[in-house]
């Protein structure tokens, strides 16, 4: 596949105070292939001093052919390569780095001690939250683009800083491999039904969820989670947590219950991810009925009453021979 | 007859008959009923894009999700580059005291919030104090969707009266457009009734005024 981006522009900026810019402006490949690099669009990098104020510390310009956009059949992600140090004894220093304005990354710094505490969340990797022993932080980070944020013809990528009570960054530094990739693998996509088994259930039934789910994107999703949470009306039996790897194309598992009491109850689903602990949920509802026993019983309370009413006559006819002669008497 | 055989007589044809109706009673109660489709739920469909988290569309009293267990209707979502710091931190000075905490279930683990609020409650006589709550998973403080970048959410309601005689919670809809209007009064991009979220309340009581039409304000930071 022909590689869509083109480097057609240089331009690099750092603010902040004191800050110093370091820009090399001899383009070199970039080591990932589709993954055009800030030296393929003229930039090597991006070094600042402090920055204690919010703004924008660099930026490049890239060239997308006619008609590109985000998705759904050709998709781009940013590769961020960073090293940051953070200021201030309190605070959050976010780093971000946007394609026409639109953020497509970014990375949440918090002062720790001597330390930091640092978190990602991305739609094409798992969240992270690191805590870093020193004040200097070197990470590599990537994530799908917003929609609407990429167009045919000259895009600009930017990189920002933002702070707040207290925290700077004391020095930030984008390496020149930070990069925009194009891939047809699109962000993950899941579809799921659910089909009960059977369809009418009785106190004391075991039935049958199943759960069918569906990768309806493009590319492999490494690890889909299905967990069930049943009311407590309904017994698990079993597991209640479904997992597929590599998910590619569909598959479908069972989850089992026992319907311990009569009335509506509700089997909650989430569906989950690596990359996103829960991305979506259904509640299937489950009417169950008063137990079968109560229908199988009725012989015993019928056999009850007709052995009530056979204890009644034979009291009856006794009571009447016992009445008898003393009528006669009377008589 | 008797007065006293006559009295047995009545008596053993009153527990015929009462005997006979029991028996048909029971032979009625015992008869299993035939029933019809019984299982709601066959076939749900869930679709799920761009790859983003998901959250519940109600806050919840305490970390059990149940529809007994919602406090508010989610409202707000903050959609671009937002994390819930940033957010807070535009209203904080219209919106100075926090209330009380409230869950909520976002990208599969739970946060909490007291929120931002008007005024505190029992300055009596007291009046409207509009309060809202923001969510994401607190390890991260937000979430991403392809469709609309990083994003929190957020429920919004008046605590009228808070503590004093006359006081009622709800008031959904003027809420969400109070904080609608102190973005927007700042400079950001708001539209409301952005995103349908399946929420409608228009439930009065004595103590609730709940009135959500279900769609929520987007913001954009």
């Keep these: 596949m022909g590689n869509p981006v083109a480097a057609v522009a240089l331009l690099a900026l750092a603010t902040g105070l004191g800050g110093s810019v370091h820009v090399a402006r001899a ?6 292939p589709d993954c055009v690099s800030l030296r393929e669009m003229g930039v090597d990098g991006v070094t600042t001093g402090q920055v204690a104020g919010d703004g924008e510390v660099g930026r490049a310009e890239f060239q997308l052919p006619t008609g590109a956009g985000q998705g759904p059949k050709r998709w781009y992600l940013v590769h961020l390569h960073a090293r940051v140090t953070v200021g201030g004894s309190g605070g959050t220093a976010i780093l971000t780095a946007a394609a026409n304005g639109k953020t497509g990354a970014q990375i949440q710094f918090r002062p720790a001690g001597s330390g930091v505490d640092w978190s990602t969340v991305s739609a094409s990797e798992p969240p992270r939250q690191e805590r870093s022993s020193t004040r200097t932080v070197e990470f590599r980070f990537a994530n799908f683009l917003p929609l609407d944020s990429v167009h045919g013809g000259t895009n600009r990528l930017t990189f920002g800083a933002e702070l707040f009570d207290g925290a700077t960054f004391d020095g930030i530094q984008l390496f020149g491999d930070t990069c925009l990739e194009t891939t047809d693998r699109s962000p993950e996509m899941l579809r799921a039904e659910t089909q009960l088994r059977p369809e009418t259930v009785h106190v004391g039934d075991s039935f049958t969820l199943r759960v069918r789910v ?18 407590a009306g309904l017994t698990p039996v079993g597991q209640t947590t479904l997992t597929v790897d590599n ?11 026992t319907a311990r009491a009569d009335g509506e109850h509700k089997v909650r689903l989430d569906l989950g991810t690596a990359i996103s602990r829960y991305v979506g949920g259904d509640e299937v509802a489950v009417r169950v009925l008063p137990s079968r026993h109560g229908g199988t019983n009725w012989p015993i309370f019928a056999g009850v009453a007709i052995g009530a009413y056979v204890l009644f006559l034979v009291l009856r006819i006794t009571h009447r021979r016992r009445r008898r002669p003393r009528s006669s008497r009377d008589a | 007859m008797s007065r006293f055989g006559g009295s047995v007589r009545a008596w053993s044809h009153r527990w015929l008959l009462i005997v006979g109706m029991a028996f048909v009673a029971v032979l009625a109660a015992a008869t299993p009923a035939q029933a ?11 679709t799920l894009s761009g790859g983003g988290d998901a959250f519940y569309n109600y806050d919840f009293n305490s970390q ?23 957010v807070k931190a ?28 008007q005024t505190q409650g029992g300055s009596c006589p007291g009046g ?18 392809v469709n609309y970048g990083y994003f929190v959410v957020g429920t919004a309601h008046n605590d009228y009266k808070e503590g004093c005689s006359g006081s009622y919670a709800g008031d959904n809809e003027q809420a969400e457009a109070y904080v609608r209007g102190g973005f927007d009064a700042r400079g950001y991009l708001v539209v409301a009734n952005a995103f349908w979220l399946n929420n409608v309340e228009t439930t ?18």
């Design chain 1, 27 to 32: 383009p070199t490949p970039s080591a990932q």
């Design chain 1, 214 to 231: 569906r990768n309806v994107g493009s590319g492999a999703i490494g690890r889909v989670t299905v967990t069930a949470r049943p009311d």
């Design chain 1, 247 to 257: 998910l590619t194309g569909e598959w479908s598992g069972d989850l089992r219950f």
């Design chain 2, 36 to 46: 019809d489709r019984v299982i709601n739920g066959t076939f749900r469909y869930l």
């Design chain 2, 64 to 86: 059990s999700i149940s529809s007994t267990n919602v406090d508010w209707a989610v409202n707000l979502v903050f959609v671009g580059n937002a994390t819930v710091p940033k």
């Design chain 2, 90 to 117: 535009v209203v904080s000075s219209i919106m100075p005291y926090a209330g009380s905490i409230k869950y909520a279930f976002v990208a599969g683990g739970w946060d909490q919030d007291r929120g931002l609020k």
């Design chain 2, 128 to 145: 409207t104090s509009y309060h809202f709550r923001v969510y994401a998973p607190s390890s991260t403080d937000r979430m991403y969707n």
């Design chain 2, 204 to 221: 009065y009581d004595g103590g609730h005024h709940w009135n959500n039409n279900g769609y929520a304000t987007r913001i954009w930071i």
